[in-house]
């Protein structure tokens, strides 16, 4: 579950709704790694269960502790399929959970679909002018879900998930740190009068 500032992205609640889907009579799980991030638990209601994570080294993302955090749990849960979003963090943490847990990884879905169990993933390529097919036999693998490929509003379902708290594996002094998260300034810009776009 994707968040910045205690605040659950919208993709977070379109991969709860396809995963709900995919899920079927299984088990949806949601994964909550932060600082203080138990209380958005609440919200996940499509979800079955929701593992929550929290360390303060955890309180912004950064590539070393988040991804040590979802292999471990990755590892000890043996889920059939991790959906990430398809984000700077999600593409950062996809692609290292899948070299270091050797799981197969498809990149920018834009649809999932169950059949015959395993999992059919549409990728969007090239800007949208190529859709490729791939088969997660078996259903194992990681997918990065793109933004805007499921209706966010089926995933923000009311419910009581059950909340689970994992205690967090050692994570000593990562070498990358967030020191400040800069906003750029919103605004219009006239373009006719910048001399560089």
Do not use: W
């Not at 799981?103 to 002018?129: E, H």
């Amino acid at each position: 579950a994707e968040h910045l500032e205690g605040k659950l992205s919208d993709l977070t609640f379109e991969m709860l709704a396809k995963g709900r889907e995919l899920a079927g009579s299984g088990k949806l799980v949601a994964v909550l790694l932060g600082r203080e991030v138990a209380g958005l638990a609440s919200v996940l209601g499509a979800a079955d269960q929701v593992l929550v994570v929290e360390d303060a080294t955890l309180a912004s993302y950064t590539p070393e502790a988040h991804g040590k955090v979802l292999a471990e749990l990755v590892r000890a849960r043996s889920p059939h399929l991790v959906m990430v979003g398809s984000t700077a963090m999600g593409m950062d943490l996809a692609a290292g959970l899948s070299g270091e847990l050797g799981i197969p990884l498809v990149a920018y879905c834009k649809d999932l679909k169950a059949s015959n169990g395993s999992v059919v993933a549409v990728s969007q390529l090239y800007g949208g002018k190529v859709l490729l097919e791939s088969v997660l036999d078996g259903g194992k693998g990681i997918v990065t879900v793109l933004a805007g490929a499921f209706k966010a509003d089926l995933g923000r379902k009311a419910g009581s998930p059950q909340v689970e708290t994992v205690p967090c594996p050692p994570l000593g002094t990562p070498r990358v740190r967030f020191k400040r998260l800069v906003r750029s300034e919103t605004g219009d810009v006239d373009i006719t009068k910048e001399d560089v776009l």
